[in-house]
């Protein structure tokens, strides 16, 4: 069985007004309509926000990659 490996994409979002902007991310998979995850808290920062977002990211690319090898075996 070929399996494709999942693709992630994140949006990060914005609310207020600078300078008490505050930033939020989703990550959705393939190509859903609906988030599979999203920030449990603002970042002050879209750089922070972004790279906490990455973070997870890569959590759910772990998850797959270990899930895929379960499988081959």
Not at 4 to 25: D, H, L, Q, S
Request: net charge positive.
């Amino acid at each position: 069985m070929n399996e494709k490996m999942p693709t992630y994409r994140i949006e990060i979002g914005n609310r207020g007004t600078p300078p008490n902007e505050t930033y939020g991310w989703n990550i959705y998979q393939n190509m859903d309509v609906l988030p599979i995850l999203r920030s449990q808290q603002f970042f002050g920062s879209r750089v922070a926000g972004l790279a906490d977002a990455n973070r997870s990211r890569l959590q759910l690319v772990d998850a797959d990659v270990q899930n895929l090898k379960t499988k081959e075996q």
